[in-house]
């Protein structure tokens, strides 16, 4: 039998008999796509933040403050712990999909695209809804980061999960991630939909190191 490489790998993961992405779940991530390309269309990034920015409530300021911390580079470390004891070749995923994860967006939004504003110095805090309590990013805008990491550990855990229903709630979460971002100005819109593109590239890259060590393996 031939031993697998990389790049069979990489591909065998679109390519399952049973797709490793439910119609749904796919469905919830095209809707995204399809109104994050309507809305950058139609309003230039600033224009598009001050318009999203005036539908605000107390629930969604608390429920944004907090979700947003689904994007959070520390969760690499709490699956890597976690899977060290369930199954170490997942954890040797999230460890390689973390550093990918550091190097693109240290790449992105500190040498390619350094210094670009952020939406509070770009528009000012005095034009914003602003949440208490939230310390605010100034620059280094594009992408984000935090739906860059929400979007790999969660599409990692919906491949991981292909089979399992749990992974529309997956994708939700990486989309709360994302959309928490814009609610709480540390983005705007395009940085999110950068990061969702980068974090599921990274993902199924990731994924497909499993897959070639699995095959290796029978």
């Known amino acids: 039998m031939k031993k697998p490489n990389f790049l069979s790998t990489f591909f065998s993961l679109f390519s399952y008999k049973d797709s490793p992405l439910k119609k749904g779940t796919l469905l919830l991530y095209v809707i995204f796509i399809m109104l994050s390309i309507i809305l950058l269309s139609l309003y230039d990034k600033k224009q598009l933040h001050l318009e999203l920015n005036q539908y605000h409530n107390g629930f969604f300021d608390a429920f944004f403050k907090y979700t947003t911390f689904l994007g959070d580079g520390i969760l690499f470390g709490v699956f890597i712990v976690l899977f060290f004891f369930i199954k170490r070749r997942m954890a040797l995923v999230f460890a390689i999909s973390g550093v990918l994860t550091l190097l693109l967006t240290h790449l992105f939004k500190k040498i390619i695209f350094r210094g670009l504003p952020r939406p509070i110095e770009l528009i000012g805090a005095d034009q914003l809804h602003l949440i208490e309590g939230v310390k605010m990013a100034h620059w280094n805008t594009f992408p984000s980061g935090h739906t860059t990491t929400a979007f790999a550990i969660f599409t990692i855990l919906i491949l991981y999960n292909y089979r399992n229903r749990i992974q529309y ?50």
């Open 169 to 218: 709630l997956w994708i939700l979460l990486a989309i709360i991630a994302g959309v928490s971002r814009v609610y709480l100005s540390q983005h705007f819109w395009i940085d999110i939909f950068v990061g969702s593109v980068l974090g599921i590239l990274i993902a199924f890259i990731s994924m497909s190191f499993y897959n070639e060590r699995k095959l290796s393996n029978e």
